[in-house]
């Protein structure tokens, strides 16, 4: 049965004989200025709003889907390539960095409660805190890219195999892992593991570059108090998300940073 | 052809279109522009998809000219390799995918569940300006020079090879696929959650089931399409790798995340024509369709299916011999709900009070035009014949009966159907029932010819020929003109019945659908009063007793 059905019959059943022009004036008035008219209640409303956000999310795990794919095929083909990979990136950076997501996980779900509760400081507060750490997790990332960069390990025509041909190169990662030497054939083969870190990391760092654009217009708006008149869905929805974003990086973290490590 | 009718219309010489509706409410261009209204969106989408629609046929109709003559007269090789790529492009992307659940499911949705509008208003005008902008910037792309690697984008070709406008192209589409996807996610949302009291799952139309299982595959499979296109887009301007086999990377990984969103595209393509084709048959026979729960199931099987069968287009590339075994086995499969779809609309015909409107003419055209195609697919789905006849005419024969002879018939159906509904005027039935029958006639003059040629080895994606095919070809052209016809003439006589129609009334066609209970066309909130439903979807008993109260408490006023 739909969710409906309570509120309508009451409210709109004695407006049956009325013709149509009236009855459009009785339709539009008295709701809240939140409640879009084509919703019977608040309920629905929010019901639909949050469905449809699970809907989206949905559709992101798909548009991910595709590049796990390609890392999943690559992976079993190229596991030495991979390995070596791996070992080049910065584990430390790459910690700190989801225990800042986390934490701005953790201050947009009490952004959501104080909205819930109507706390409006505390929800300045709080979507303040997860705009930071957004911005903390990105600058982060770029100082990541960047070693990247020195080390020629930006796929396209600066790539450079010497830390896999020759390992002892670069003696930080080679006193932690004694790499091999790869063959230049495999070697070749890191290029891929790079293609789809920088495409994984970038289409999630493009996520959370959306997300702090929208918590910036949240907080402006926190602040005049729109979130915390008790229509809170657009802050559950946008929590979701951040959520969404922050789960998708642990993946990151799992299959490009730690995977490899014994 | 008997006479007999269904049309019931009201006394032409008292009737009015209602003046309060939802084209009357509000005024000038920002009123549509900026509108929420799902009706309204609806005609905007009406209208710009005949537009890139005789866009795509004009091309189409370069190819047949192209074609009339083994040689290569008309243009050159690189130039018929941009058209038929731009007409593929143009027809799925901008004309079969959205066709009909952004116009008649748009409309329609919403009233056949009895809601106020779709749950997502801004998303809809959203989705149809990202349709817009994908389309404006195909057509961009076609007009500074256009694309040749074929609508599939096939790597490496697309990535290395070619010098024509890859990345626009890839842009268009990408956008495109957002638009598609928006769209799909309202419906969903629309049909969980905006449902009349007493409108439960089992006593939806069947045009809601069909349109729900198309909306669950735009949602899923469309970002695996977007994520392939980035992935081309990033491997030609970066050489990223992925898809270069000197790099270690494989060009088959784009073929199957490709076809993972454009095998399911197909049925994103015909699940909403099914639908239309269950409410029309439905009407002109006046009975409850036959098996209402083994349709309603076998919609929800196409689309769960559909999701594991895209292999089968690859059979010739160098995939398994066991993959190839198990995606043969498959795509059988997914031919049992198609049939029972077929069988169950055959079933409701018989006994049937049958009536032969135009809706219903396109109908009985798409059930035989749509069987050919799906057997025909069968042919294509085992991979003894596959090898003999894929890349061949056979295999554009095939999917030109399930895409044009299906879902265009099925399309044409439904605005014919639901025109009074839209307008509040009739078409003019006497031509349209011709336009129906040239359609008829052209279609198969143009496309079972191509059969023929496939079976005799002619292959896709040439300018010229061998002389010996030439008599089939100039009948294929020959058929084209036949059918272009037939699609101008809807054009033309629905233009003008927007003013000299007769009136259509409430409920021309005496149909049951909630959609009919209501003015024509519709108040911008659709009912006057929620409805709530109380009887089963095609309950014709329930519309006679309505028929009959609605007479008795007129008799008292006309006495």
Known sequence: MPDNSVTSKGALGATKKADSADNADILHAEHPPYLRHHFNSAEQQADAASFAMWLFLLTEVMFFGGLFTAYLIYRNWYYPAFVAGSHQLNVVWGTTNTFVLILSSFTMAMGVWCAETRRRKGLVLCLMLTFILGLCFLGIKTIEYREKIEMHHVPGFHYSLQSFLDPASNPEVYKEYHDKPLALDMARHTEIYFSLYFLMTGMHAVHMIIGIGILAFMIFRARAGAYTSGHVTFVENFGLYWHFVDIVWIYLFALLYLISRH | ?559
């Open chain 2, 1 to 559: 052809m008997s006479t007999n009718t269904i049309i019931s219309l009201p006394d032409q010489s008292t009737a009015r279109i209602p003046k309060d509706n939802f084209i009357t409410r509000e005024n000038g261009l920002l009123s549509w522009l900026l509108t929420g209204d799902h009706k309204r969106i609806a005609i905007l989408y009406l209208i710009s998809i005949t537009f890139f629609f005789f866009i795509g046929g004009a091309l189409a109709g370069l190819i047949r000219l192209e074609l009339l003559t083994p040689q290569t007269d008309l243009m050159a090789t690189d130039t018929y390799n941009k058209v038929f790529t731009m007409h593929g492009i143009i027809m799925i992307f901008f004309f079969l995918v959205p066709s009909v659940p952004a116009t008649l499911g748009n409309f329609f949705i919403p009233m056949m569940i009895g809601a106020k509008d779709l749950a997502l208003p801004k998303i809809n005008l959203l989705s149809w300006y990202l349709y817009m902008a994908g389309g404006i910037l195909a057509v961009y792309t076609m007009a500074s020079g256009g694309v040749d690697t074929g609508w599939t984008f096939t790597t490496p070709l697309s990535t290395h090879y070619v010098n024509t406008n890859v990345l626009t192209t890839g842009l268009a589409v990408f956008i495109a696929g957002f638009s598609s996807i928006l769209t799909g996610l309202n419906f969903i949302v629309t049909i969980h959650k905006m449902r009349a009291p007493g409108m439960t799952w089992f006593r939806l139309p069947l045009f809601i089931w069909a349109h729900y299982a198309a909306s669950i595959l735009m949602v899923l499979a469309t970002p695996v399409v977007a994520i392939a296109i980035v992935l081309v887009a990033l491997e030609r301007t970066f050489g990223i790798g992925v898809f270069d086999p000197t790099k270690g990377g494989d060009p088959l990984l784009f073929q199957h995340l490709f076809w993972f969103y454009s095998h399911p595209a197909v049925y994103i393509m015909i699940l909403p024509g099914m639908g239309v084709i269950s409410e029309v048959i439905s009407t002109f026979s006046r009975k409850r369709i036959f098996g209402y729960t083994a349709v309603a199931f076998s919609s929800v099987a196409i689309a769960v299916f559909g999701f594991f069968v895209w292999a089968h287009h690859m059979f010739i590339m160098g995939i398994s011999n066991y993959a190839v075994l198990v995606f043969s086995l498959l795509t059988m499969l997914v031919a049992v709900p198609s049939a029972i779809k077929i069988f169950n609309w055959t079933f409701t015909l018989y006994k049937g009070s049958i009536t032969f409107e135009t809706p219903m003419l396109y109908a009985f055209g798409f059930l035989g035009l749509f069987t050919i195609g799906g057997m025909t697919g069968v042919f294509l789905g085992a991979s003894g014949t596959d090898i003999h006849l894929t890349e061949t005419y056979f295999i554009v024969a095939h999917f030109h009966f399930v895409m044009v002879g299906g879902m265009l018939m099925a399309f044409l159906a439904g605005i014919h159907f639901w025109w009074p509904k839209i307008t509040g005027r009739m078409y003019p039935e006497k031509i349209s029932q011709l336009a129906a029958v040239v359609t008829f006639i052209g279609f198969n003059l143009t496309f079972f010819p191509q059969f023929i040629l496939g079976v005799l080895g002619m292959p896709r994606r040439y300018a010229s020929y061998p002389p010996e095919f030439q008599v089939l070809n100039v009948f294929s052209t020959a058929g084209a003109t036949i059918l272009g016809v037939g699609y101008l003439l809807p054009v033309l006589y629905l233009i003008w019945s927007l003013k000299y129609g007769a009136i259509a009334g409430n409920n021309p066609w005496q149909a049951t659908g909630l959609e009919w209970q209501t003015q024509s066309p519709p108040l911008t909130e659709n009912f006057a009063a929620m409805p709530v439903m109380d009887h089963e979807a095609y309950d014709y008993e329930w519309l006679e007793q309505q028929q009959q109260a609605h007479k008795e408490s007129e008799a008292p006023h006309a006495g």
